[in-house]
């Protein structure tokens, strides 16, 4: 892909005004059992903030952090009466925190929605910032394994140069890139970041998309 492809990929997402941005995937209960409420949590690419303030009552702090500003800047501004909730504006690639900072860190369809060529990168950083002992939650969407969905993953290959990510389109029309993952891959990736005690469970979640049809997505949870 190109330096140019890379660039579309975030201006897709920066299209999206306050309140917009597409959330279809969740955090499985077997995760949520896991935090305490001593935990401190980033929710890296938090959109709207709809698991940011949900998280916020489980645990003693959360930043939601997003590419996005327009995101950010409303819904700082909605939550600034909960101290336990603060927001930033980052791409994930070089977080603004110190090492060792964070107990637990969330990607909630964050790695298939960037440039396949920052999916390590965001997750060394993710890996950094955590303390020993640290857990890492990441949920997507998994690739379908069917005749249509195999076309449909043949044609876009020809735009985005990778099987599995396709053009989406939100409920408001607007466009976005993202990836349908296989287990594998999230596994790999995973462990190439220096994560370990890998465990997951797949769930079904209706897409907030046009289409609004219901997919298998999968929740992954490691430890630093």
Not at 44 to 59: E, M
Not at 175 to 195: A, P, Q, Y
Request: with cysteine; net charge neutral; glycine share 8%.
């Amino acid at each position: 892909m190109t330096v140019e492809d890379k660039n579309t990929w975030e201006q897709l997402w920066l299209s999206f005004d306050k309140g917009e941005t597409p959330a279809s995937l969740s955090i499985v209960p077997d995760f949520l059992q896991v935090l305490t409420i001593n935990d401190q949590v980033l929710d890296v690419g938090c959109g709207s903030g709809r698991f940011t303030r949900k998280l916020s009552t489980l645990v003693k702090s959360v930043i939601g952090m997003d590419i996005n500003m327009k995101e950010i800047i409303y819904r700082a501004s909605d939550d600034k009466d909960h101290t336990s909730i603060h927001y930033c504006v980052s791409d994930g690639t070089a977080l603004p925190f110190q090492s060792h900072f964070f107990t637990t860190t969330i990607l909630l369809g964050v790695l298939g929605g960037v440039h396949p060529t920052f999916r390590s990168q965001l997750l060394k950083e993710s890996f950094r910032c955590l303390q020993t002992g640290g857990k890492i939650y990441i949920s997507e969407f998994l690739q379908i394994e069917n005749q249509e969905w195999k076309n449909i993953y043949d044609r876009e290959f020809n735009k985005t140069s990778e099987w599995g990510s396709i053009t989406a389109k939100a409920i408001n029309g607007k466009k976005f890139h993202t990836h349908h993952f296989s287990k594998k891959e999230l596994d790999k990736l995973l462990v190439h970041s220096g994560f370990t005690n890998i465990d997951f469970k797949t769930y079904r979640v209706v897409s907030q998309t046009a289409e609004g049809k219901e997919y298998d997505a999968i929740g992954f949870w490691a430890t630093k």
